[in-house]
């Protein structure tokens, strides 16, 4: 049997060095830093599981040195951040922000602010990412039309035969095809910093970009 402590802490200081030195394991969410400081007071820790996908805000070098396993869940939220993309990509693409706006200012409504809208079937969608939610992205970028392709040294050769989408290995192909870019990395070293000025300047001109991984 195993005691359940739940701090309900705002604030990581909050939490006193006593029941750090207590835990055999724990459950963290995105919301504290678990630094090489905080994993040093980890005296009986075995494992820290990071509930949800990123697991950014651990050390994961001062675990390993210490002998804690790090792990997250790689599912949680797939779904809900592919449609999120897309209620994004929808609401820039077709205009439904400068529609709302126009009606918060008093109107009036007018189908002329939709004029220079474009449809987005056969407009290429470029995918930096094709973990779990990259591909759920690409699948319902499929179904409304559009053409795919995608950007993922880590991913096995064959997967975009198995999706029907396309493939290329060098971003700087995915940005100047690409009428709309999306990211979904996990935030690493290698990815820390990607959007830059030369990353804006490879894309292709009018194309836009939609990243709901990581802010860094």
Same mark, same amino acid.
């Given at each position: 049997?195993? %005691?359940?402590?739940?701090p $309900?802490?705002?604030?990581?200081?909050?939490?006193? +060095?006593?029941?750090?030195? &207590?835990?055999?394991g724990?459950?963290?969410?995105?919301?504290?830093?678990?630094?090489?400081?905080?994993?040093?007071?980890? #005296?009986?820790?075995?494992?820290?599981?990071r509930?949800?996908? *990123?697991?950014?805000n651990?050390?994961?070098e001062a675990?390993? $040195?210490? *002998?804690?396993i790090? &792990?997250?869940?790689?599912d949680?939220g797939? $779904?809900?951040?592919?449609? =999120?993309?897309?209620? /994004?990509?929808?609401?820039?693409?077709? *205009?439904?922000?400068k529609f709302?706006?126009?009606m918060l200012?008093?109107?009036?409504?007018?189908?002329? @602010?939709?004029? +220079?809208?474009?449809?987005?079937?056969?407009?290429?969608?470029?995918?930096?990412?094709?973990?779990r939610?990259?591909?759920a992205?690409?699948?319902?970028?499929?179904?409304?039309?559009?053409?795919?392709v995608?950007? %993922?040294?880590?991913? #096995?050769?064959?997967i975009?035969? &198995?999706?029907?989408?396309?493939?290329? =290995?060098?971003?700087?192909?995915? @940005? *100047?095809?690409?009428?709309?870019?999306?990211?979904?990395?996990p935030?690493?070293?290698?990815?820390?910093?990607?959007?830059?000025?030369?990353?804006?300047?490879?894309?292709?001109?009018?194309?836009? /970009?939609? $990243?709901?991984?990581r802010?860094?």
């Open positions: 049997n195993y %005691d359940v402590i739940i $309900n802490a705002t604030d990581i200081t909050e939490i006193t +060095d006593a029941m750090w030195a &207590s835990c055999d724990m459950l963290v969410w995105h919301d504290f830093e678990y630094s090489k400081i905080i994993i040093a007071k980890l #005296s009986e820790c075995k494992g820290i599981v509930v949800g996908t *990123g697991f950014d651990v050390d994961l675990a390993s $040195n210490a *002998g804690i790090v &792990s997250n869940v790689p949680y797939t $779904n809900d951040v592919a449609d =999120h993309t897309w209620a /994004l990509v929808l609401t820039q693409e077709r *205009g439904i922000l709302n706006q126009s200012n008093q109107g009036p409504w007018s189908w002329e @602010l939709g004029a +220079d809208l474009e449809r987005i079937q056969d407009k290429i969608m470029g995918i930096i990412g094709l973990g939610i990259g591909t992205v690409a699948m319902r970028a499929k179904a409304f039309g559009m053409k795919v995608f950007y %993922d040294p880590y991913i #096995s050769i064959g975009e035969k &198995s999706l029907n989408i396309g493939r290329v =290995h060098h971003l700087t192909d995915l @940005l *100047g095809a690409s009428d709309i870019v999306t990211i979904h990395t935030i690493t070293d290698e990815t820390k910093g990607m959007v830059n000025a030369e990353f804006f300047n490879k894309m292709k001109n009018e194309s836009s /970009l939609y $990243n709901t991984a802010g860094e």
